[in-house]
Nanobody
Framework: QVQLVESGGGLVQAGRSLRLTCTASGRTFSDYVMAWFRQAPGKEREFVAT????????FVADSVKGRFTISRDNAKNTVYLQMDSLKPEDTATYHCAASNTIVEFAPYLPATAFGSWGQGTQVTVSS
């Protein structure tokens, strides 16, 4: 399995931006579909965004569409989540996930499709 480490979280005011970074190690990064999920206290884990092997295919959840952008740099074994116009409801722990068993890219891939997970980075948005 690939090892994933997230960074870039923090405390920001509503309307500001953050960029999360997830760096992978251990396997061939371009073999993996990557995704971001988030989980707020007392809530279910929520899909945020996913990106295909080359970066040409992306999908973001309706709740963040127009504000969040997912991208990847295979040369750096890294996937990013650019978060703009942050809202208090974006407060959560954000986890990076990877899968090398997905054969066809699709929107709203379930968490069960991803076999590797990072520890998460906390994002807190104050009003």
């Amino acid at each position: 399995q690939v090892q994933l480490v997230e960074s870039g979280g923090g405390l920001v005011q509503a309307g500001r931006s953050l960029r999360l970074t997830c760096t992978a190690s251990g396997r061939t990064f371009s073999d993996y579909v990557m995704a971001w999920f988030r989980q707020a206290p007392g809530k279910e884990r929520e899909f945020v965004a996913t990106i295909g092997w080359t970066g040409h295919s992306t999908f973001v959840a309706d709740s963040v569409k127009g504000r969040f952008t997912i991208s990847r740099d295979n040369a750096k074994n890294t996937v990013y989540l650019q978060m703009d116009s942050l809202k208090p409801e974006d407060t959560a722990t954000y986890h990076c996930a990877a899968s090398n068993t997905i054969v066809e890219f699709a929107p709203y891939l379930p968490a069960t499709a991803f076999g590797s997970w990072g520890q998460g980075t906390q994002v807190t948005v104050s009003s």
